[in-house]
């Protein structure tokens, strides 16, 4: 049975139009939180232990970015030294397996052409840096490097994924971390995307087919692709998850056939059998992911995000340590980020949706927990709002789930509000943590997150329903309906409604505005593309192999019948119907919705003398990774939002912000 969610109504309840409870509301109107304690940097981030549990590597600032430091277990944060000193902020990193190494992927102002380098983090500085020397081990100009396997016994090699010779395909190589060589294991000329290794040894492969479809194949000792062990068709999900400990079944998340909601199962390749190992107790979502010992392979857990996150252990062992973290910690999100070679020491973040993050040390031999740190120590939780899940139904009778953030110590009636999609489009906003969500509810926003159909997680059904759903479609009619639902219950003051998203909401955003121009007072689009048929024809040569799937689900710009489509879904070709101020923000170096997707809008209206503001970054790619650009561009959001939509507004931004977002702002007489 689902669990009770809190309905637009049940939210009203609270809200009891009397002079007292106007006097308390006003009493409990949080303080204006300065912007930099949600879009600066995090004080530290994404702490990995070492296998052997004596030290600790975790991002922080250093170099004017987000570098990778490490120190002592045990040792203080002050001890700790930086081992990287790059001015744009390191992605990943790992440890080597015999913990000699830190191995972490960068690219260069966000084009994804991601290096793969190793450093000794113990190794003492160069003559001219404070840091110690790194090693290229894959990557090259123009060439995008892929890590997939860490094999247990061998500690001092690394399988990569490489496009140096085909960009459109990824080679498999197997790498020495110590003397930076590789070899050819695989030379990809079958279409391989993801790869399943046992121990050092690729033993599966998947690949998309001409009509979308996922083959799983096997592996022949030459490296050679063999027979199809399964399949699914585009409009399902089969992923190859990791070998069970016996090395002969695999286990695999899957929707093919009957099911609705992808479950977990374990697959004989042999033999085509399936055993069902867990799906969803409550019968509501997909499967998100399954919890692997990294000692042995058996499974520990399954976790599933329905209103919240939910773990289901599947070892004795791991329950106990489970219900010993749920004891100790408060109700949130946990994630262990990373163990020691035994299991004896792991790290545990956990987050709510007033916490950004706290990560703990947990000792598993005596179950002790001590706190590691605070992602933002500075940020005053007590001042945040809650995200309250919720249901509305759409205008065919469906019912859409999603996220409301009221602004704390107001009234629910009459807000300005901000609709907040979600990118991808194939992903959904989650019970969390919003850097951005916050920031509008301190600002006295309301802000609604609707997972409108075409988003992940609930089902094959609901996911599918948004296939060639776009900007006309009922993808963007579920957000509307979502608009429409909180003006009906008052919550709404429907003159002051905006649109701001990111990459497929910047989509949304910008479609909104063109199919919908009477809902909205303002729109923010970042990275968002305007026309499907240029996104489509300018994705970048890696995304080839899997092309096939987004011809079906969105649409194929070479087919007559999907171009005139595609056209009409497109807002580019409808700006002549946008009443409403816009604020554009696009990465010069995007690979994935290249600058000229929002170029060509911006010249559209601005030649029609409409109200634009356009920020380009020349630094950044599909986001914004450098801190003083994201203060900037945050800071031009909310002059922006207060402006048309009347929210609260700080006094002054930090003059770096204020200087980055004037070099930021593109003058558009320059636009050719």
């Not at 604020?583 to 409409?610: C, F, K, T, W, Y």
């Amino acid at each position: 049975m689902r669990k009770p969610v809190l309905t637009l109504a049940l939210l009203m309840v609270a809200a009891v139009a009397t002079p007292a409870s106007a006097e308390r509301a006003d009493r409990e109107v949080p303080p204006l939180l300065d912007i930099e304690l949600f879009f600066k940097d995090p004080q530290y981030s994404a702490a990995r232990i070492s296998p052997d549990g004596e030290a600790v590597a975790f991002r922080s600032a250093h170099a004017g970015a987000m570098n990778l430091w490490v120190k002592g277990v045990d040792e203080p944060f002050d001890q700790a030294r930086p081992v990287t000193a790059y001015d744009r902020s390191v992605s990943r990193h790992y440890w080597s397996r015999d913990g000699r190494f830190l191995l972490y992927t960068q690219d260069r102002d966000g084009n994804e052409n991601y290096e793969i380098r190793a450093v000794d983090p113990f190794a003492e500085g160069h003559a001219d840096s404070d840091v110690p020397p790194s090693r290229l081990l894959a990557g090259a100009e123009g060439a995008r490097a892929i890590v997939y396997h860490l094999p247990r016994g061998e500690p001092d090699v690394l399988y990569v994924g490489l496009n140096d010779r085909d960009p459109s395909l990824h080679d498999i190589y197997r790498v020495h971390i110590a003397a930076a060589e590789r070899e050819l294991v695989v030379r990809n000329d079958a279409g391989i995307r993801h790869g399943t290794f046992d121990e050092g040894r690729l033993r599966k492969a998947s690949r998309t087919t001409d009509d979308g479809s996922t083959e799983i194949l096997r592996v022949n000792d030459d490296g050679e692709l063999g027979d199809v062990v399964y399949q699914c068709t585009f409009e399902e999900s089969c992923r190859l998850m990791r070998f069970h400990p016996d090395g002969k079944r695999i286990y695999l998340s899957t929707n093919a056939g009957q099911r609705d909601r992808i479950e977990l199962v374990l697959l004989d390749p042999n033999s085509g059998e399936e055993q069902r190992v867990h799906q969803d107790p409550e019968q509501e979502v997909d499967l998100s992911r399954a919890i692997f010992s990294e000692q042995d392979d058996r499974l520990l857990a399954t976790v599933y995000l329905g209103d919240r996150q939910r773990i289901y252990p599947h070892d004795e062992e791991f329950a106990a340590h489970l219900g010993r973290l749920q004891e100790a910690l408060p109700e949130g999100n946990l994630d262990i980020t990373s163990t020691t070679r035994d299991e004896t020491r792991w790290t545990v973040a956990l987050s709510r949706d007033t916490d950004p993050g706290t990560v703990y040390l947990y000792e598993a031999e005596d179950m002790a927990l001590s706190e590691l740190y605070r992602m933002r120590p500075e940020l005053p939780s007590e001042h945040l709002a809650h995200m309250q899940p919720i249901r509305y139904t759409a205008r065919d009778g469906t019912e859409i789930p999603g996220y409301l953030t009221l602004p704390p110590g107001q009234e629910p009636r009459n807000l300005p509000v901000v609709v907040h999609p979600h990118g991808g489009p194939w992903v959904r906003d989650t019970w969390g943590y919003r850097g951005t969500v916050q920031f509008l509810a301190n600002r006295g926003y309301a802000v609604l997150q609707p997972n409108f159909r075409g988003s992940s997680g609930y089902g094959k059904e609901f996911l599918n329903a948004g296939n060639r759903g776009w900007g006309t479609g009922v993808m963007q009619h579920d957000i509307t309906d979502g608009v429409k639902h909180l003006i009906d219950e008052g919550i709404a003051d429907p003159e002051r409604v905006g649109i701001y998203g990111a990459s497929y909401g910047g989509f949304a955003t910008l479609a909104g505005l063109a199919f919908t121009p009477e809902l909205y007072a303002a729109g923010v689009s970042v990275v968002g593309p305007s026309n499907i048929i240029s996104l489509v024809e300018s994705f970048p040569a890696y995304w080839r192999p899997g092309i096939a799937r987004w011809h079906r689900r969105v649409g194929d710009p070479e087919d007559p019948e999907d171009r005139e489509r595609l056209k009409a879904q497109s807002p580019l070709f409808s700006a002549n119907r946008i009443r409403a101020p816009l604020m554009v923000v696009h990465g010069a170096n995007d690979p994935r919705v290249i600058q000229a997707e929002s170029d060509q809008i911006v010249r559209v209206l601005m030649e029609a003398g409409h109200d634009v503001k356009y920020y380009l970054a020349p630094d950044e790619g599909h986001g914004l990774v450098d801190e003083t650009n994201r203060l900037a561009v945050m800071a031009a959001l909310e002059d922006f939002l207060a402006n048309h939509l009347r929210g609260r507004l700080q006094d002054a931004h930090p003059q770096t912000a204020e200087e980055r977002r004037a070099a930021l702002r593109v003058d558009l007489s320059t636009l050719d």
